[in-house]
């Protein structure tokens, strides 16, 4: 009889588990399904609402957190959807697309020391095959922000280099004559002094 009541209590734990779990996945399916059909139609608030349901259920799942990322460029929430490429960039930290994003975002919000940053690890990581036309073009277009002209011109070299661009030839351009008319601080300055010799004494020692 003993036997039978702890049977009977695994069995229907069992049953709750399942039932849980089913519950949990038609769950999922169904905000994932009105999420993207409300992303297909333009309505991305409502779709990056359902979505986010959807990531509560399952936090780490690429597909979801990248729909989501695009939904909320599509409003220009770069701020909360850097929130979700950082998780991105966590489970796939080789991701020059993720990084790209990431840069592409930070420099929206004008972070541009981190989009410089983030550029930088896109050119390095070839993961997803991001090119680094693009990825240089718009690294430069953080240095020029910065003031860095030479490493803008250094980079838009890179871009040119690699895709003839009417556009990033014109950055570069403009970028020269800033460069020209903004040109950066001497690291040393020369400092005029009458002393014409050191002379090095050696340390007498004496004993007490």
């Known amino acids: 009889m003993k036997c039978t009541n ?9 049953l709750f588990c399942y039932s849980i779990t089913k519950i949990h996945a038609q769950s999922y399916s169904e905000y994932h399904k009105l999420a993207d059909e409300k992303d297909q139609k333009g309505k991305f608030n409502a779709a990056i609402k359902l979505y986010q349901k959807a990531l509560d259920l399952d936090p780490y799942n690429v597909e979801i957190l990248e729909k989501i990322v695009y939904a909320k460029s599509n409003t220009g929430k770069y701020g909360s959807a850097i929130d979700n490429l950082n998780t991105l960039i966590q489970l796939n930290p080789k991701s020059s697309k993720f990084h790209f994003i990431r840069g592409f975002f930070q420099s929206n919000i004008k972070n541009y020391n981190a989009a410089v940053l983030d550029y930088t690890k896109a050119i390095e990581y070839q993961e997803d095959k991001i090119t680094d036309f693009n990825s240089y073009s718009e690294r430069g277009l953080c240095k020029m922000r910065l003031k860095d002209f030479a490493g803008a011109i250094q980079d838009f070299n890179q871009s040119l280099s690699i895709y003839n661009d009417s556009g990033i030839m014109k950055h570069k351009k403009e970028a020269e004559i800033q460069l020209k008319e ?25 004993s007490n």
Not at 6 to 14: F, G, K, M, T, Y
Not at 187 to 206: D, E, F, G, W
């Open 6 to 14: 702890i049977l009977s209590s695994l069995l229907l734990s069992l």
């Open 182 to 206: 903004n040109p950066p601080p001497p690291k040393y300055r020369a400092v005029q002094t009458n002393v014409h010799h050191i002379i090095l004494k050696k340390p007498v020692l004496t």
